[in-house]
């Protein structure tokens, strides 16, 4: 009797060890801090490398990323979609932001290259983006310009090559620079506009054309601080950690260009 008390003790302290360890890891990862970033579509390969790294360093440290075009993001900040940091890749998202009073601390962190890339297979070789009139190009395209800077820099470049409007019934919008990219990946378009950064991700589309700068704004990366950040010092720590070396370094292997 004693000896199948004994055993029977013994099962309770095991099962009661045994279903100790998953609360006590599910209490640690419940006192990580979350960090909330909205990020540019085209910065994913870049931040997803550097998060790996930082939260390896950072233990207590969750970061959770929202990517999509800066147009989308800015909005969903506005309307208060949490949200501890924003990276945005253009000037014109991150300003409307700080002078709402929705940023604090904000600098600019890199800068891209608008390309024309075509399916990696196209024995289409262009020398100016006015070859898109050609027949030889059906559907090209192109990230919404309302919300997508990478398209609102298309249409800067179209419409200074006096193109924009007799191309309109070749374009093709996309929701942001990567489902750009798709298309051509995939041969449903001919051509697209994306940054040179999304087109060294990709083996499936090669480098047709580099757009001239001058015909479309520069394309600045500016990150900046929510206001609203309910995790402010740790927001502020990333926010140093990304234009650390560290951080740059990765991002200039993906591509990007430092600010002069």
Known sequence: MLKKLAMTMLAVMLFAGISAVPEVEVQAAAKKTEIVISAAASLQDSLDKIAVLYEKQHPGIDLIFNYGASGTLQKQIEQGAPADLFFSAGDKQMN??????????????????????????????????????????????????????????AQQALTAKKLWDPLQSKLVFAKDVRQVLSYVETGNVDAGFVYKTDALTSSKVKIALTVGPHVHKAINYPVGIVKGSKNGTAAKAFYSYVQSKAATDIFTSYGFKLPQ
């Open 96 to 153: 409307a932001l700080v002078e709402g009073g929705l940023i604090t601390d904000h600098t600019k962190l890199l800068k891209n290259q608008l390309v024309l890339v075509v399916p990696a297979d196209s024995a289409a070789k262009l020398t100016t983006i006015a070859q898109l009139a050609d027949r030889t190009f059906k559907r090209v395209a192109v990230g919404q310009p309302e919300s997508v800077p990478a398209g609102q820099y």
